[in-house]
Structure formats: C-alpha cells, structure tokens
C-alpha cells in the first residue's frame, strides 16, 4: 500500500502539461526577490509573496506541485486557512525542502556533499502529517580538472540514496536531484560525461539502499558547456546531450524527470 500511494503521488506531480512550482528560496535568497522591489526581507512580506503564488486563479490547471521552506509549511494565509491546506484543496501536492545545505566535504579539493540527515525521519513524518507529499534534497557536482572525484560521487549518491529511503519509509516522494553545476570552462562533451557517471552513481546507490524507483523523481541538470568555456553549443545539441546522458543513466522505471 505505501508502495502504491509513492507511485501515485509521483504520478501525479508528472501529470502531462504540468510542472512544479519552486517556492522554497531558503531567507536569505527570498530576500533578493524582495529587494528588487524594496520591501524589508520580513516574515509578513515573505508570507505575503508566498500568498499571492498559492491564490492564483486556476493555478492547478498548470502547477501540480509547490516545494515549499520550512517557515512557508507553517504558514497560513490572511484569512487562517494553512497554506498546505489552500493547496491540498485545489489537487496540489505540497512538498518540502528537506536538506539542510552544502557543506565542504574534508579531503576533497573544494567539492562538497549535503547535510540534513539528523533526524531526518521524525522532520519526513512531520511534514507528511501536516499534509505533504513530496520532498526535495540537492546535492551538487562541480567539474573542474579533478573533480568529480570518486569520493565525491560516491558520497553524494549515498547521502541521496539515505534522503530516499528515509522519505519512502514515510510516505514522501523524493525528488533526487544530483546538480552537476554549469560553472567551468568544459566542454558539452565532458559535461555529459560527467553527468552520466554522476547519473550512474545515484541510481547504484539507490539500488543499494533498496529505493523503490517508481516513488521517486529526479531532478537532473541540463547537459550544456561551462559557464566560462570557449565553444559554444547549439540548442539542438544541448537538447541531444541532456536526452542522451538521461537515457543511458535513468532507469525506465523512475517516473518523471
Ligand atoms: C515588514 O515590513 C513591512 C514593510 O515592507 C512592514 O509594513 C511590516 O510591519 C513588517 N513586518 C514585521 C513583522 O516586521
């Protein structure tokens, strides 16, 4: 029956011709979208803004999920009614950022792995309870001459692969996301490379950890050139290496990307 209900809810978040809406800038980056129209970076204002995503007319008909922070989850709108509730009641599944943050990972040169499993189980169980479906964890990848290091992907496909089964066991869909960054001076072909080792990683991790791959979604990257590097590519072939790297790395079984 868990099984069943993970399935369905991510199902659900990948209904055709609908998308997640990410409203779950942590403080500090909502307060970017604040200052861009001077209003204090407050939690009145926070909530204000939060309130006018979730009371758009006929949002469902677009948006089948909202990741939501933490402060957002506990929060209502004008009139008393509990966000999570204002979306449950028009068919959308509320979700959660569950991570805590990257850290620098020691004896690494500048990589990093993600922080947030201490209690992670009483924190999923809660936020099921209060109404959500779904849950949220990145981990980054940098690439540069050494890096992704061995140590690197196996670290941040084992911490992703312990988000997981922790949001299984109760009741939340994880949305793994493995975010190998654009920054960099590589090329197409090496960003596909390693997007596809780093792809490989996760999902031999999440075979480990017995994930069931049918609750869960990823959250990949697009396969493009470094920032900084020289050769530019087409659309045409951003689009072939992003669908080519999923293809080889994602199991047929994982229900959305
Ligand atoms: C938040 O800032 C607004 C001004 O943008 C102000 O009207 C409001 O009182 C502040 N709320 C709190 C709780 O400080």
Redesign the pocket.
Known sequence: AQKDELHQIALKIVADGKGILAADESTGTIGKRLAAIN??N????RQKYRQLLFTTPSLAEHISGVILYEETFHQSTDKGEKFVDLLVKQGIVPGIKLDLGVVPLAGTIGEGTTQGLDKLAERAAAFKKGGCGFAKWRCVLNIGTHTPSHLGMLENANVLARYATICQANGLVPIVEPEVLCDGEHDLARAQKVTEQVLAFVYKALADHHVYLEGTLLKPNMVTPGQSSSSKSSHEDIGLATVTALRRGVPAAVPGI
Do not use: A
């Open positions: 209003l204090e407050n939690e009145t204002n």
